[in-house]
């Protein structure tokens, strides 16, 4: 009988010894993956900067930019999203070129995610071609707020405290952050996590964790700070707590198997499925939207006439601070 606890407890023993070096090899895989997609979205981003310009073609640049994406061994995690003036983010060309350009007085917001093997980084930026006095700061604004947060990065700090500052720093440059919009966790194949960095002090936060992944995201606009989903949608994502639902369209099973298989649940964007069905894209989606096997990501907006900014990186919390992915 003795030996025989002896034996259990060994293989206790065993057993703890190969989940702490099964969780080990899991960290490095993590954080080797999380570095490499960190790397890409860098070069990416040095790469896409300079296109950016008055009379450049959205499609053109969102194409542009996912091709460089999977060209340096990346893949996206999620439709580039290049969002202008009062748009604030979740717009990304349509099936069909829409002819949307840059124009004179435009406030350019670019927002990228890289992946590999499921692991993310997201990060954005904003160029601005209008030379109005009450604009020259906004980009600034949330530069600077983000510069702030990621000071305020380590382990045990509650993110509410992150939004007081930052939210202090936006409206001291006479912008308003928006609510409905900030920074957040960054998990395995989900580009929106538990955790929430929020763009206000007077909203929930969360205890960062050393190892946790956050994308640290500031919006600034000229208006008073909130967004409203527009009737447009042009990204979609998987929604993996709906059970098995009928489906009358061939289409709409051929479809919502290769999202399975393709983009797990990471937003993917219409026009990645037109290049893999000739046909039956639009109708196909159109179902699984109705019965809810996959939802729908509207563009958020501000009010016409507004502008804003979007500055955004990725970090990985350390035992005694972060380390910039992006």
């Known amino acids: 009988m003795n030996e025989n606890k002896k034996d259990s407890s060994k293989e206790k023993k065993e057993k703890s010894k190969e989940e702490l070096e099964k969780e080990e090899e899991e960290r490095k895989l993590k954080v080797t993956s999380l570095k490499k997609a960190g790397k890409i979205a860098q070069e990416v981003k040095k790469f896409i900067n300079p296109k950016i310009k008055q009379g450049e073609n959205v499609f053109n640049l969102v194409e542009s930019t996912e091709t460089k994406i999977r060209d340096l061994g990346g893949e996206c995690a999620f439709p580039v999203n290049v969002s202008i003036n009062n748009i604030a983010a979740h717009y990304t060309s349509p099936l069909k070129d829409d002819n949307l350009a840059i124009q004179s007085g435009d406030i350019v917001k670019l927002d990228l995610g890289v992946h590999i093997e499921g692991y993310i980084v997201d990060t954005a930026f904003t160029v601005s071609f209008n030379d109005d006095k009450s604009l020259e700061n906004i980009i600034q604004s949330t530069q600077v707020a983000l510069e702030a947060a990621k000071m305020m990065i380590k382990p045990e700090i509650n993110t509410r ?22 920074g957040h966790q960054v998990e395995r194949w989900k580009v929106h996590g538990k955790k929430q960095v929020p763009e206000l002090g007077s909203q929930g936060g969360d205890v960062i964790e050393e190892g946790d992944v956050l994308a640290i995201e500031i919006f600034a606009s000229t208006g008073r700070g909130s967004v409203h989903a527009t009737n447009a949608s042009y990204i979609y994502e998987l929604n993996p707590y709906t059970g098995r639902v009928p489906l009358r369209r061939k289409a709409s ?10 983009y797990k649940t990471l937003p993917f964007a219409e026009r990645w499925l ?4 000739q046909m039956g894209v639009v109708f196909g989606l159109e179902e699984l939207v109705r019965t809810n096997k996959v939802k729908a990501h509207y563009v958020l907006a501000e009010e016409k006439g507004i502008y804003v900014s979007q500055s955004e990186e990725t970090v990985l919390v350390t035992e005694d601070g972060y380390e910039q992915l992006t």
């Open 161 to 182: 405290e992150i939004g007081k500052k930052t939210e202090n720093i936006v409206k001291g440059f006479k912008y308003n952050p928006i609510k409905e919009l900030g």
């Open 274 to 277: 037109a290049k893999e069905f």
């Open 253 to 262: 099973k051929q479809i919502l198997g290769f999202i399975n298989k393709n």
